[in-house]
Structures are given as C-alpha cells and as structure tokens.
C-alpha cells in the first residue's frame, strides 16, 4: 500500500490547487495557502485583490478567516506556495494575523516547481506584540 502523504504534502498539495483560483489581476503574482487545524481538517485560500489596491487580501488571511469563521481556532500547520523560484514569505500583517491565532506554530513554503522550505512562526515574527501585551 502507498504511504499516507505526509501533513507538509498534503498542505502543499492543497496551497497549490487553491493558488489555481488567485486574483490577481494587478500584480499577476499568484499565492495559495493552506492551514491544518488540530483535528485533521484543512481550510485553503488564494489571495484576492481589487481595483483600490489596499483591500487586498492575502492567501494566507483568506484561509485564516475561512476557518475561524466555520469555528476553528486550534491549528497545527500553515503552508504557502507563492510564484516564481523564490520561496514566498508569509507577509507582515500575516504573520501578525496568524501569530494571534496559531501561535508558534510550523509554517511550510513551498514553490510550485518543488523547493520547500519550514520555519516557524515564532522565527518570521520575533518578539511579536500580541494579547498577553494586553493581560489576555
Ligand atoms: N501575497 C499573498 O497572498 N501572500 C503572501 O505571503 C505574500 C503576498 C499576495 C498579496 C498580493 O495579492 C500579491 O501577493 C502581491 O503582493
């Protein structure tokens, strides 16, 4: 029997079909992300922009605001496949957005063509400003 694809392959797997319906008319760079909550369901987006530029919103939010809108707050894994050779970084309003919500958690980068690469949250946002700031 084949392997069970493993949890990185699967978020890749389902970034990169998302990144399929991207609009992204203005700046033609294409972003799917995925996010594994911690019973095993996976919630997906692509990023989404419009005409005035700054309501843009990120693949990575997209599939965020998905699943916290269905009910989901604990969450494992996040993965982004972004366009081109290099690999895409999660954005500073993203990281922020996805440190209040899944905390340290593994974040995966992955190119269409292959090249991956995990870092974790606490990493791309040091020293982040978040509720505990707030006595929450
Ligand atoms: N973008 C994402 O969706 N995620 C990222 O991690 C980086 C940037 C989008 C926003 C915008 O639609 C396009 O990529 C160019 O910045």
């Not at 079909?17 to 008319?25: D, F, G, T, V």
């Not at 496949?81 to 990281?95: A, D, K, L, S």
Request: with cysteine; hydrophobic share 40%; proline share 5%.
């Amino acid at each position: 029997m084949p392997n069970e694809p493993s949890r990185e392959d699967r978020l890749i797997g389902l970034a990169t079909e998302a990144r399929k319906k991207a609009i992204a008319p203005y700046s033609n760079f294409h972003v799917g992300a995925a996010l594994l909550t911690t019973d095993g369901l996976t919630f997906s987006g692509c990023n989404v922009e419009n005409a005035s530029y700054s309501l843009t919103m990120c693949a990575e939010r997209v599939a965020l605001l998905k699943a916290l809108s269905e009910g989901h707050r604990n969450f494992e894994m996040v993965c982004v496949v972004g366009q081109g050779e290099r690999i895409t970084t999660p954005c500073g309003p993203c990281r922020q957005l996805l440190w209040e919500f899944c905390g340290n958690i593994p974040v995966v980068m992955a190119t269409v063509d292959g090249k991956r690469a995990t870092t974790t949250l606490g990493t791309l946002l040091p020293n982040a400003f978040d509720s505990s700031f707030l006595g929450k």
